[in-house]
T-cell receptor, first 114, second 112 residues
Framework: NAGVTQTPKFRVLKTGQSMTLLCAQD?????MYWYRQDPGMGLRLIHY???????AKGEVPDGYNVSRLKKQNFLLGLESAAPSQTSVYFC?????????????FGPGTRLTVL | AQSVTQLDSQVPVFEEAPVELRCNYS??????LFWYVQYPNQGLQLLLK??????LVESINGFEAEFNKSQTSFHLRKPSVHISDTAEYFC??????????FGGGTRLMVKP
C-alpha cells in the first residue's frame, strides 16, 4: 500500500495564478483532511471531508476550495494564489468510524507564491 | 473552542540525556490527546495517544507521556535520547469531533 500520496511535491506560482493539489489514499478511509503548516504555528486545518461527495470548512478555509468526487481522492484548489498562501500543505486521512483513529499523513507539498 | 500550547519551540539536548517536551491544552469538554512526530522532509506520524484509562502512555521507541487533568498538561518524555530522535514533535487535542487541533511544534535537536 502506498498510503497517502500528494502531487506535486513542489510548486512555484506567481500571484494570481491557480493550481490544484491532489491527495490520494489507498486505505479506503472515509475522512480526509487538508492542512497547512507554517513555522511556529503548527498545522492548521483548511478543509475536510467525511465521505465521498462531502466537504466542510476548517479553521482557515478562505482562498481555498476542495472537492471529493471519489472516495480515494481529495483535491485542494487555489483559484487566485497570494503570497500569504506560501506554505507546506499536508493531506491526511482517517478511517473515520472513531474519532480516536489515527490520522495518516502524506509527505507534503511545498508551495511558494511569488 | 480548544487550544494547544507547546511552550518550547526548540529543545537542544545531548545524546543519551533525558528530555521533556511540554504541552498544555485548554478545552471546555473531555479531551483526547496525541503526540505526532515529523522527521525531516516527511509527513507526520502518530507517536502515542491518550484516550482513557491509565494516564501514562508509552510509544514503541521509548517515549512516554502523562496526562495530567488538573494541570491540563500532556508532557512528552524520554529518559535517554538518540540522534535518530531529532525531529519536530507536535501535540494535538481532539474533543471527540472531526478535527484535531495542533500546537505550534517543538523542534528536538539531539547533538552528539
Amino acid at each position: 500500500n502506498a498510503g497517502v500520496t500528494q502531487t506535486p511535491k513542489f510548486r512555484v506560482l506567481k500571484t494570481g495564478q491557480s493550481m490544484t493539489l491532489l491527495c490520494a489514499q489507498d486505505m479506503n478511509h472515509e475522512y480526509m483532511y487538508w492542512y497547512r503548516q507554517d513555522p511556529g504555528m503548527g498545522l492548521r486545518l483548511i478543509h475536510y471531508s467525511v465521505g465521498e461527495g462531502t466537504t466542510a470548512k476548517g479553521e482557515v478555509p478562505d482562498g481555498y476550495n476542495v472537492s471529493r468526487l471519489k472516495k480515494q481522492n481529495f483535491l485542494l484548489g487555489l483559484e487566485s494564489a497570494a503570497p500569504s498562501q506560501t506554505s507546506v500543505y499536508f493531506c491526511a486521512s482517517r478511517e473515520g468510524l472513531a474519532f480516536t483513529d489515527t490520522q495518516y499523513f502524506g509527505p507534503g507539498t511545498r508551495l511558494t507564491v511569488l | 473552542a480548544q487550544s494547544v500550547t507547546q511552550l518550547d519551540s526548540q529543545v537542544p539536548v545531548f545524546e543519551e540525556a533525558p528530555v521533556e517536551l511540554r504541552c498544555n491544552y485548554s478545552s471546555s469538554v473531555s479531551v483526547y490527546l496525541f503526540w505526532y512526530v515529523q522527521y525531516p522532509n516527511q509527513g507526520l506520524q502518530l507517536l502515542l495517544k491518550y484516550l482513557s484509562g491509565s494516564t501514562l502512555v508509552e510509544s514503541i521507541n521509548g517515549f512516554e507521556a502523562e496526562f495530567n487533568k488538573s494541570q491540563t498538561s500532556f508532557h512528552l518524555r524520554k529518559p535517554s535520547v538518540h540522534i535518530s530522535d531529532t525531529a519536530e514533535y507536535f501535540c494535538a487535542v481532539s474533543d471527540a469531533g472531526n478535527m484535531l487541533t495542533f500546537g505550534g511544534g517543538t523542534r528536538l535537536m539531539v547533538k552528539p
